[in-house]
């Protein structure tokens, strides 16, 4: 008998199975004791087929393997360490060479090649490359970029939330069952524009000594950093993405001081965060408050404070990592799951060229641009305290 065969002997078995258990039920929903026998061995049937199946696959599955023959004959050219895989589009050497080479001409040299990465606002879009380069300085120069979660946008990104969950409820024998309403909302994420320009003289244009590439790209890096954590920590959400700290829609507000603060209050901070969160919790701080916190005691005249000796290591606090901003407020100290902040990124970075503003001094201006929102989507996962004098 054919695996085929067997399957519909298997598929015919069990809808006779469930035809059979579906018609012998007792009003209590139960099986006599001679209907349940019948049942087994029709299972035992089943259970039996499914078996004999099993062993045909692997039978059939050994013999095509032994029927491989045992030396396959070269049909294509052997690949070396000289020939790597093409590069297409905007990540190829292609493109790279004619961005660089159009920054070096004033755009007056302009490779057809730069086409396929014409941005729809004017200017070309940024190099695969040189895309990653900027990635990588914004997660260096942000810490926010690396404590929360980076999403890529084509379009107004919703993020679902339940804002209800399912309890469970005890119920009597053969009692009525109550229900719930599941009720969930949601947060858009949408894309707020960010720019940088800067000006260089026409000598180190053409000066091809001059790292120009490396110039612009750490320049617009560190640039676009800085006004991007600016606003994950403190932005209105107006024209800008919605910060950690804001007054609304940011963290929540776990205490507000009226005296200077004291370890207790670092303690009760943290625990306001509900358990599940403070798994991958962490402090963010002003630099300026560091002072402060590293003089705090426990009740034994500990310092809470934990250095870390190991490089790249932050230090720690009540066991918990502290990261410094100086974008972070003084007023106030942030402990939570950032991850939970979300950060949509709509498309790439792109660069542009401004032709004519600054003809007469001698110098051609640049500007690069990218689209970006940013949004705490539960705000019980960061604990907000807010400090007095």
Known sequence: MTILELRQKRNTAWNAAKAFLDSRRTEKGTLSAEDDATYSKMEQEITDLGKEISRLERQEQLEAELNKPLNMPL???????KDPEKKIGRSSDEYRNAMLDAFRSNF?????VLQEGVDA????LVPEEYDRRLID???EENIMRRLATTITTRGEHKINIAATKPAAAWIEEGGALSFGDATFSQILLDAHKLHVAIKVTEE????????????????????LANAEEDSFLNGDGVGKPLGLFAATGGGTVANTLTAAIKSDDVISLVYALKRPYRKNAAFI???QNLAVLRKLKDNNGAYIWQPSYQVGEPDRLLGYAVH????????AIAFGDY??????DRGSRSFSELRELFAGNGMIGYVAKERVDGKLILPEAVQILKLGA
């Open 75 to 81: 049909t294509s050219k052997p690949m070396s360490a």
């Open 285 to 287: 701080i002003n630099d």
């Open 137 to 139: 300085t914004l997660s």
């Open 324 to 331: 410094t901003s100086a974008y972070a407020p003084l007023d």
């Open 108 to 112: 007056k040299r302009v490779n057809n």
């Open 204 to 223: 180190l244009l053409y000066d091809n000594v001059f790292n120009l590439e490396g110039y612009i790209l750490e320049q617009f890096g560190k640039a």
């Open 339 to 344: 991850s939970y902040y979300n950060i949509g």
């Open 121 to 124: 606002d004017g200017g070309y």
